[in-house]
């Protein structure tokens, strides 16, 4: 043995003219856990399928251990390869247990019957695949979900060497996703998996190597981390998304970058002050509602901070922990003197960013809006000795305005565009 299980060289694969896979080399480790993802149509089902031969390549080769997949026999290739196929309908009115059972075949001759360790072996399979309650069920009455748990109790009766599985969770729930997912991450290193999955969380969590692919082609391959990088995720779904580092996993996570509303006419430009989560909603809102977004001056450890940037806004932003710099206060006010409106959000106001309450003090100019959930205008807590709660006070007294609601805050700025005056 190698040390890889399973490696394809140069392989080509089309259906009748149409090419769906091209020059695919991959070699995937003994004992480790393969996510293969991509967009629809790329191609990953069809390389699972050469993987286990139920396609013929039109060229290049496939191997299994040491040897070329064409060199096993079907029964002797099912007792290393296992596959739970994406389409689950199953017409015959077989039990769940029976259906279990065909998953010794591979290792009984023509005429032997199972014995009492093949039985036991199915009971294995169905107790950690959760499926033992089924037994008696027959496969055509039990929910998709159940079915695509069944299928894998089969694969795993097989005891193969190497479990090949197209989408393992498309019919499940988010328990059921989890749970069959850690016990097939339990089955490693035991057993070399190879997955094609649609989550990209799901792939980023429970693989230890991620293969990204793109019609017909590899586009990258590697940890986790290094494949599901938001250039990656852009260039091959043709999405924005977010992707950050999960704190209590270490692993790559994605979400959407959703959509900023459409263009509007005359955006207003709306600075937002915020700090420690007060901004998110409102920085969100704004963007969705057209206007022209900014944030800050904030510290890079700061949730609004990861919110606008993870939003596209521009933010003028600090170091974690550092006061807020000569540089960043030029900026700040450069974008005051420049904004239709900004919007002071409810947030506790201590010495790291009083001086953003400071300098907006001087900024007569441009409408100001605060915005806290009793409608007060105030600052959640006041750690500067009643400093921010007198320029509040201030701004109030020279015409800023109440709001109570990011709602309201958003039909207010609407109203402003219309009217200006
Ligand atoms: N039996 C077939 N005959 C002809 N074309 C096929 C056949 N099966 C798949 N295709 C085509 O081959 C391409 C690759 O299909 P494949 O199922 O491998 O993609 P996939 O990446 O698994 O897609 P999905 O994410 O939608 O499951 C697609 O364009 C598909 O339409």
Redesign the pocket.
């Known amino acids: 043995m190698t040390g890889i299980m399973i490696r394809t060289e140069e392989l080509d694969v089309s259906?009748?003219t149409?090419p769906?896979l091209e020059a695919i080399s991959i070699a995937v480790k003994e004992g480790s856990f393969i996510g293969i993802l991509?967009?629809?149509?790329?191609?990953?089902?069809?390389?699972l399928?050469a993987l286990s031969r139920i396609i013929d390549p039109d060229a290049g080769s496939v191997y299994v251990g040491d040897r070329e997949i064409d060199g096993y026999s079907i029964r002797e290739l099912a007792t290393i390869v296992g596959a739970v196929p994406?389409e689950t309908a199953v017409t015959f009115d077989f039990t769940v247990e029976e259906i279990v059972q065909m998953g010794r075949h591979p290792y009984l001759g023509r005429l032997s019957s199972m014995s009492e360790e093949d039985y036991a072996i199915c009971r294995h399979a169905m107790e950690i695949t959760n499926t033992a309650y089924l037994a008696g069920s027959l496969i055509t009455e039990i929910s998709g979900g159940e079915r695509q748990r069944v299928l894998i109790a089969r694969a795993l009766a097989q005891t193969p060497r190497v479990l090949l599985l197209?989408?393992p969770t498309s019919h499940l729930d988010i328990n059921h996703q989890i749970e069959v997912l850690s016990i097939i991450r339990g089955l490693v290193p035991e057993v070399t998996v190879i997955g094609?999955f649609?989550d990209i969380n799901l792939a980023a969590y429970f693989c230890d190597t991620v293969v990204l692919?793109e019609r017909a082609h590899i586009a990258a391959v590697g940890t986790p981390a290094a494949v599901i990088t938001d250039r990656n995720i852009r260039e091959i779904f043709g999405v924005d998304m977010i992707v950050r580092t999960h704190p209590i996993t270490g692993r790559p996570y994605v979400v959407p970058r959703y959509d900023s509303g459409p263009p509007v006419d005359h955006p207003l430009r709306v600075h937002v002050v915020c700090g420690g989560g007060t901004g998110g909603e409102t920085l969100y809102a704004l963007r969705a509602a057209g206007h022209e977004v900014t944030a800050g001056v904030l510290s890079a450890n700061d949730s609004d901070c990861t919110a606008a940037e993870g939003l596209g806004i521009r933010v003028i932003r600090e170091p974690p922990f550092a006061p807020i710099s000569h540089h960043s206060l030029e900026e700040y006010s450069a974008i005051l003197s420049a904004s239709d409106a900004v919007i002071v959000t409810g947030m506790s106001v201590g010495p790291g960013n009083i001086d953003n309450l400071r300098e907006l003090k001087c900024h007569a100019r441009p409408r100001i809006f605060l915005l806290s959930s009793d409608g007060t205008g105030g600052a959640d807590q006041d750690y500067t000795g009643g400093e921010a709660t007198a320029i509040l006070d201030g701004l109030l007294e020279n015409g800023a305005e109440r709001i109570g609601s990011v709602p309201d805050l958003v039909n207010r700025l609407a109203a402003l565009r219309a009217d200006p005056a």
């Open positions: 259906y009748g149409k769906v991509g967009p629809n149509g790329c191609g990953k089902t069809t390389l399928r994406q197209d989408e094609v649609h692919m």
